[in-house]
């Protein structure tokens, strides 16, 4: 299975053509050293031979774990209503038709930013259910009103789970907040009540669905 493609990519800053040799498939049991590199994002990354200048290239890009049963596809175009979710999810699924079994029950996502990639991969590695981590996010950030900007799941200690809060588009967490374990549980039963969908179709969990879930 070929995982890596060339590209040809003019540098933005003084336009010089580079060949670039970038990821478009990870499979994670086959090249383990790649999670590291996509944290400290060292792939994916122009690095100009003329002048230097470096800036990440944003290509679709998959990542799967055949043995914890996960699956997601970052893309980079979010879907502009119903019409086009539904054709973009559709594709997904036919791509992948020939990997994905009901293994990866309700572990299979699109994203669209690649900072959505990394926190699905440390909430699907923490043994948790990513519908309830929206969950808790929404109830958390409302409690602390913290409306605006993103919070994003960091790691569990004790019985208690991080999260760190991001302003709009800030790169570094401005500050970070936590979930006791048996909120999540309670958030996790609600959602298990109310979401009876199965099987390995992609589907968007995000911010919308969880308001969709505990909202309404
Ligand atoms: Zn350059």
């Not at 909430?123 to 808790?136: N, S, V, W």
Request: glycine share 4%.
């Amino acid at each position: 299975m070929i995982q890596q493609i060339i590209k040809k990519i003019n540098c933005p800053n003084c336009t010089t053509e580079n060949e670039v040799i970038l990821w478009e498939k990870i499979n994670i049991n086959m090249n383990p050293d790649l999670k590291e590199k996509l944290f400290d994002e060292s792939i994916n990354n122009l690095e100009c031979k003329n002048c230097g200048y470096k800036s990440r290239i944003d290509i679709p890009l998959y990542y799967n774990d055949a043995k914890k049963h996960y699956f997601i596809y970052l893309v980079s175009d979010f879907p502009v209503g119903k019409e086009e979710e539904d054709k973009l999810i559709k594709n997904l699924n036919d791509k992948t038709m020939t990997i994905l079994n009901q293994e990866y029950n309700n572990k299979v996502r699109v994203v669209f930013e690649y900072y959505n990639l990394l926190e699905k991969i440390n909430i699907f590695e923490a043994g948790l259910d990513d519908r309830a981590i929206e969950g808790c996010k929404i109830l958390a950030r409302t409690q602390l009103k913290l409306l605006e900007g993103r919070g994003a799941f960091a790691g569990i200690e004790g019985d208690k789970l991080i999260f760190n809060f991001f302003e709009k588009e800030d790169k570094e967490a401005v500050k970070s907040f936590e979930i006791p374990k048996a909120m999540y549980e309670e958030v996790k039963q609600l959602i298990a009540n109310k979401d009876k969908e199965n099987g390995h179709s992609f589907r968007i969990i995000d911010v919308k669905y969880a308001v969709g879930m505990l909202m309404n």
